[in-house]
Nanobody, 121 residues
Framework: QVQLVESGGGLVQAGGSLRLSCVASGSIFSINAMGWYRQAPGKQRELVATITSGGNTNYADSVKGRFTISRDNAVNTVYLQMNSLKPEDTAVYYC???????????????WGQGTQVTVSS
């Protein structure tokens, strides 16, 4: 089995910062891309940022220049540093990872359970 567990969410004032973490654990052979998505009430889940195993990154236009995605392959962890937060960043943030399990040849996208980020004005 594989699990992704997020942490670091919370309540912050506009202009503040938060750092989200997501740890992948279980019978993991390798991890390809990892990413962060978010879903605000009444809206569809949307991409925030992704990072490949080699460190190439991609960001939604709405977060460019404010958010930074990074990963530590040694501990199967992806991070999202969020600066200059705005009320419109309020959402449940989910991490995902494209993982190849031990004993399997293919890969599968796994999701975390989500962590709430609330930005007050």
């Amino acid at each position: 089995q594989v699990q992704l567990v997020e942490s670091g969410g919370g309540l912050v004032q506009a202009g503040g910062s938060l750092r989200l973490s997501c740890v992948a654990s279980g019978s993991i052979f390798s991890i390809n891309a990892m990413g962060w998505y978010r879903q605000a009430p009444g809206k569809q889940r949307e991409l925030v940022a992704t990072i490949t195993s080699g460190g190439n990154t991609n960001y939604a236009d709405s977060v460019k220049g404010r958010f930074t995605i990074s990963r530590d392959n040694a501990v199967n962890t992806v991070y999202l540093q969020m600066n200059s937060l705005k009320p419109e960043d309020t959402a449940v943030y989910y991490c995902n990872a494209d993982i190849r399990r031990l004993g399997f040849s293919g890969t599968y996208i796994y999701w975390g359970q989500g962590t709430q980020v609330t930005v007050s004005s």
